[in-house]
């Protein structure tokens, strides 16, 4: 049996990252992946429009400077291949390519406490051992596959975005989308010119916010290149991590005037839908009255947007803005187009899929394909599908009896010593790379001390361990914060509701990107608080 100092599962942003960084500290490491490219969520979902939410400039590591200037980016969001290219540069660069076993999945780890040691179990029948354990399996990785009455009828292809690894053929079909988030407005934004006939099923009306997408001129990366470092500072300090200033101005402490003018300005001159979220204003997500004001103002730009008044009516939503922000351009405009048609489900119910499509209260919708852009299973998705056996029991059967899944700082879990998340569950939504920059430091921080004990104790492996109080602290610390969310007062995924329809408070962090860095930042300072280092 093999054996490592560190393993590392999964081959997208984090895992990378955490491969990098552990390799750097001199450790023999091994990453997992159970695609057979590296990429994560840009090796699974290649569905026609899958791009980036996230500004190029941002969308990547911050920590190599020369790279940062040098590496193309060719649009101002980034295409799929675009991220999946990019993440394989820096495998080659970094020269992490022999580290990582493709095709390969975790399937059971086992935390052996006479060796100290954790025992992997793959796909392939292979057994590792390891003393330190990094999971990067993906928050959003899992597909939703829901129970839709009559799904398994239908005569056509059934695809899904979030399991999209090769060219489908939709021209001249006639093609049904279930769901609405960023994956779906995506997708029929770029199929409609294509497929003959196009119908979106909307249960829940979103509001769509346009970028300012585009090819990127020679000027603008000049200028970017010229105040990186400014730009990762307001990333740091930005709620989702997103190169915008945000401001704490009430938005009912400006006249009516003015925050049109600003909100006029942020639509017409590409922001997206983090900037109204998170930027000229400081209480969107926090004041009803703010909120309901910004939704009059989408309101007002999806009725210039959209011609015909009945697909008007259907997409104009009826809930606040507070779900994870779509942002994209030309959506509304799409709605336009004859073969382009929209259900909402609150004005005329679903009621089935048959053999030949899709069946509503008003009329049946005749399909050669459906596709499910329906979303993930958020947060403990990926780690329901692997058995972790700890100190005192399985992951799942802890996280069954605490009601949602747990962890100390979105990183470490008490019972679990030497296994630490990436965008663990108590993460805050945000930009993923610096997120991953984030905790992928604080972990090797953690490795790093615990490997300088272990060489003042005679090589005796040392067991960092989050415990129980801490957790159970920074537990209560995010459902308190998530107590004022408006983000409460609809269903997403920022509150795991999305498929049960149960409320779970406290399943992210919700005070925001900066205060979260600002938070393990006085950990690392503190000499890591919060986490037991034992023999
Ligand atoms: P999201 O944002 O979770 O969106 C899922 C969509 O699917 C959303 O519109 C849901 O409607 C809809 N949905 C889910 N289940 C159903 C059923 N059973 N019937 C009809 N509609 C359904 O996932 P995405 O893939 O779009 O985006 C995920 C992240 O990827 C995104 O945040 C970016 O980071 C990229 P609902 O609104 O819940 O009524």
Request: one cysteine or more; hydrophobic letters at 35%.
């Amino acid at each position: 049996m093999s054996t490592f100092d560190a393993i590392v599962v999964g081959a997208g942003f984090g895992g990378i990252f955490n491969l990098y960084k552990l390799k750097e500290l001199g450790l023999s490491v091994k990453c997992i992946e159970k695609a057979p490219e590296i990429g994560g969520t840009w090796y699974w979902s290649q569905y026609p429009g899958a791009t980036s939410n996230s500004a190029s400039e941002v969308y990547r590591f911050s920590f190599d400077k020369e790279l940062l200037k040098t590496y193309p980016w060719s649009r101002h969001f980034l295409p799929q291949k675009e991220s999946q290219a990019y993440l394989k540069h820096i495998v080659e660069r970094y020269d992490l390519g022999p580290h990582i076993q493709l095709s390969t999945e975790l399937k059971e780890a086992s935390f052996d406490a006479a060796t100290s040691t954790w025992n992997v179990s793959l796909s392939n029948g292979e057994t590792y051992k390891t003393t330190y354990l990094v999971l990067a399996c993906g928050s959003l990785h899992i597909p939703n596959w829901p129970k839709i009455p009559g799904l398994d009828k239908f005569s056509g292809p059934v695809y899904h975005t979030g399991d999209w690894r090769e060219k489908h053929d939709l021209s001249g079909k006639r093609v049904g989308v279930i769901g609405t988030g960023s994956s779906g407005a995506q997708l029929v934004v770029n199929i409609a010119d294509e497929v003959k006939h196009l119908v979106s099923f909307q249960r829940t009306a979103q509001h769509v916010v346009p970028h300012p997408d585009g090819p990127v001129s020679d000027e603008y990366r000049e200028w970017i290149n010229n105040n990186y470092d400014d730009v990762w500072e307001q990333v740091n300090n930005h709620p989702m991590g997103h190169a915008i200033v945000h401001k704490s101005t009430p938005t009912m402490s400006v006249s009516a005037e003015e925050r049109e003018k600003i909100w006029e300005d942020l639509w017409n001159h590409g922001a997206s839908g983090f900037s109204f979220l998170y930027g000229p204003f400081g209480d969107i997500h926090s004041s009803a009255e703010a909120n309901r004001e910004l939704c009059k103002f989408f309101e007002k730009k999806i009725a210039q947007s959209i011609t015909d008044p009945d697909k008007l009516k259907k997409l104009t939503p009826s809930l606040i803005y507070a779900k994870r922000p779509v942002t994209l351009s030309g959506y509304y405009e799409t709605f336009n187009k004859e073969n382009v048609d929209i259900v909402n489900y609150e004005h005329t119910p679903f009621v089935t899929v048959n053999e030949k499509g899709i069946l509503t209260e008003e009329k049946q919708w005749d399909l050669d394909v459906i596709i499910l852009a329906t979303g993930y299973e958020p947060i403990d998705g990926s780690y329901n599908k692997i058995d972790f056996q700890g100190k005192h029991g399985t992951l799942k059967d802890s996280w069954a009896k605490a009601g949602l899944p747990t962890s100390y700082l979105g990183i470490g879990e008490s019972g679990f010593p030497n296994m630490f998340f990436i965008v663990g569950p108590q993460s805050p939504p945000t930009n993923i790379p610096p997120l991953v920059e984030s905790q992928g430091n604080f972990i090797a921080g953690l490795i790093e001390k615990a490997e300088a004990q272990k060489k003042e104790n005679g090589g005796k492996t040392v067991l960092i361990e989050a415990e129980e109080e801490a957790k159970q602290q920074w537990m209560e610390k995010c459902r308190t914060l998530s107590e004022g969310s408006l983000f409460r007062a609809v269903k997403s995924y920022i509150f795991g509701n999305n498929l049960s329809g149960k409320d779970a408070p406290g399943i992210w962090w919700l005070d925001g990107y900066g205060a979260y860095q600002s938070t393990i930042k006085e950990v690392i300072e503190n000499g890591y608080p919060g986490f037991s280092f034992s023999t």
